[in-house]
C-alpha cells in the first residue's frame, strides 16, 4: 500500500521532541529498582531509533455519549513515536490508555466522538476510508492485545489463524503463508513451530499464546506495535521473557513500539521514553530515566511510591496513591489530580495546567508547580505524610 504524504500540522509545543542523543543510548536501570519485570537486556540492547516519525497523535479527544453524560474519556492527547521507538504509555485504570490506541486502530464503537489528527507516515488515519484503515490495520500497525484468549479464535489452529493473517494483505498461497507462520513462531521463541501450527490456542500455555500474539502482530512486518498490557496477565518471570522476545522481535522487523501498561516496573529498561496519562490527558512526557529519576508531575512521583522496591531493606512501606480518578462524566474545572495531590493549592482548582517543558531536556509536564518537585530530594516522599494533603 502507498501512502501518500500529507503537509504536516502546526507543531505542538512540547509533544514534537524525538529522543535525545541521550535516549538513543539510553540504559536506564530503573528496572532493577523495581519490583517489575526486570528484560534481562532491554532497551540498551536493542536497536536505536531513528528521528523518522512514523505515527503523529495530535490533540486526539475521545468522547462517549452516554445516559449519564458525555464521557470523556481522553482530551486532548499527542505525542509522535519515531521509527524504532519504544514509547510507554502508563496511567492508573481508566485513565484513556487503550481507548486512544484503539482510536489509532480504528477499533472505537460507532458511537465515539472523536477529534484531532493520528498521522501514519504523513496520512491522517481518521480521514482514511474504512478499507484503507483495514489495510493499515494488521498490516503496518500491528496490536498485541493484553488476552489473547480474546483475540486469538479457539476453534481454529494458531497455524490457520497465523495464516489467515498474512492471507488478509498479500496474495500469496496457503503454502506459502504457513512457511510464513512458521517461521514467525520460531522467531517469538516456540519450540518445534512446524508442529506447534497444527495446535489450537487452548493448547498453548499463557506465555506461549502471548508470544502467538507477537508472532500475529509482527507477520506482516509492521512499523508500530501497540501492545496494550501484553503482559498484565502473566507471572513476572514470563513477564521479563515476552517483554524480551517483544524487544527481540521489533529489531527483527525493524518496528516501533507504543506499549501500555498501568505498571512503571514493566516500562523500566523496556521503553525510550514514558508518557504517563491521568484522567485522559498526557500529565508528563520524557525520556526514561528523566521521568523515574526527576519526576516533574505529583501524579508520577505517586507511581513512583507506589512500585515495590527489589531493596527491602529500607523496611519502607509502600505509598500508594490515596483517592480516586475523577468521574470522566464530571470533570473539575482545574487540575483532575487536585483532591489527591499534596502539593495542590488554589491555582490547582482554578486552572487545568497545560503540558509544558521543565528543567529536563525534553521532558513535559503538566503541573503549575513541577518546580516544587525539582527542590525535592525524593520527590515521591510527598506521598508519605497523609496529613500533608490538603483534603
Ligand atoms: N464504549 C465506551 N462507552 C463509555 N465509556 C467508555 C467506553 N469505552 C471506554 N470508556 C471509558 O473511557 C475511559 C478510558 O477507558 P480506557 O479503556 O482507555 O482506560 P485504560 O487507561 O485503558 O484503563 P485500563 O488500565 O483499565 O485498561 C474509562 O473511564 C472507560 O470507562
Ligand atoms: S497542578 Fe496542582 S494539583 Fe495538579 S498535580 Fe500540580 S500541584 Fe498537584
Ligand atoms: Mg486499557
Known amino acids: 500500500m502507498t501512502i501518500p504524504s500529507n503537509p504536516s500540522a502546526q507543531p505542538q509545543p512540547g509533544i514534537q521532541p524525538g529522543p535525545s542523543e541521550a535516549a538513543l543510548a539510553a540504559t536506564p536501570d530503573v528496572a532493577a529498582a523495581t519490583g517489575g519485570a526486570r528484560v534481562a537486556s532491554g532497551i540498551a540492547a536493542a536497536k536505536p531509533p531513528s528521528r523518522e516519525e512514523v505515527l503523529k497523535v495530535e490533540n486526539l479527544t475521545v468522547g462517549f455519549p452516554t445516559d449519564d453524560g458525555l464521557v470523556k474519556a481522553v482530551r486532548g492527547v499527542s505525542y509522535t513515536v519515531h521509527e524504532r521507538e519504544v514509547l510507554g504509555i502508563v496511567g492508573e485504570s481508566g485513565s484513556g490508555k487503550s481507548v486512544s490506541s484503539m482510536a489509532i486502530m480504528g477499533l472505537l464503537p460507532k458511537n465515539a466522538r472523536i477529534s484531532g489528527t493520528i498521522r501514519y507516515r504523513g496520512e491522517d488515519i481518521l480521514k482514511m476510508s474504512k478499507k484503507a484503515q483495514r489495510s493499515l490495520r494488521g498490516r503496518r500497525i500491528g496490536m498485541i492485545f493484553q488476552d489473547p484468549m480474546t483475540a486469538l479464535n479457539p476453534v481454529y489452529t494458531i497455524g490457520d489463524q497465523l495464516a489467515e493473517a498474512v492471507l488478509s494483505h498479500?496474495?500469496?498461497?496457503?503454502?506459502?503463508?504457513?512457511?510464513?507462520a512458521e517461521e514467525m513462531l520460531?522467531?517469538?521463541?516456540?519450540?518445534?513451530?512446524?508442529?506447534?501450527l497444527r495446535a489450537y490456542p487452548h493448547e498453548f500455555s499463557g506465555g506461549m499464546r502471548q508470544?502467538?500474539?507477537?508472532?500475529?502482530?509482527?507477520?506482516?512486518?509492521?512499523?508500530?506495535?501497540?501492545?496494550?498490557?501484553?503482559t498484565t496477565a502473566l507471572d513476572v518471570t514470563v513477564q521479563a521473557q515476552i517483554l524480551e522476545t517483544l524487544l527481540d522481535v521489533k529489531d527483527q522487523v525493524n518496528s516501533a513500539i507504543i506499549l501500555i501498561t498501568h505498571d512503571l516496573g514493566v516500562v523500566a529498561g523496556t521503553v525510550h521514553r514514558v508518557l504517563v496519562m491521568y484522567a485522559g490527558r498526557p500529565v508528563e512526557l520524557g525520556e526514561t530515566d528523566e521521568v523515574f529519576y526527576r519526576p516533574r508531575m505529583p501524579y508520577t512521583a505517586g507511581l513512583l511510591g507506589s512500585i515495590p522496591a527489589l531493596d527491602t531493606a529500607s523496611g519502607e512501606k509502600l505509598r500508594p496513591i490515596k483517592g480516586t480518578p475523577p468521574s470522566l462524566i464530571t470533570l473539575p474545572p482545574g487540575c483532575p489530580f487536585a483532591p489527591r495531590c499534596p502539593l495542590v493549592t488554589d491555582i490547582c482548582d482554578d486552572e487545568e495546567p497545560e503540558l509544558a517543558s521543565t528543567d529536563g531536556l525534553e521532558h513535559w509536564a503538566a503541573c503549575h508547580h513541577w518546580t516544587r518537585?525539582?527542590?525535592?530530594?525524593?520527590?515521591?516522599?510527598?506521598?508519605?505524610?497523609?496529613?500533608?494533603?490538603?483534603?
Open 170 to 180: 498479500e496474495t500469496v498461497s496457503r503454502k506459502q503463508a504457513l512457511a510464513r
Open 186 to 196: 520460531a522467531l517469538v521463541g516456540i519450540p518445534q513451530p512446524k508442529q506447534r
Open 211 to 230: 508470544r502467538a500474539m507477537i508472532a500475529m502482530a509482527v507477520i506482516n512486518n509492521p512499523d508500530v506495535i501497540i501492545a496494550d498490557e501484553p
Open 373 to 391: 518537585l525539582a527542590e525535592a530530594e525524593d520527590p515521591t516522599k510527598f506521598f508519605r505524610a497523609e496529613s500533608e494533603v490538603r483534603r
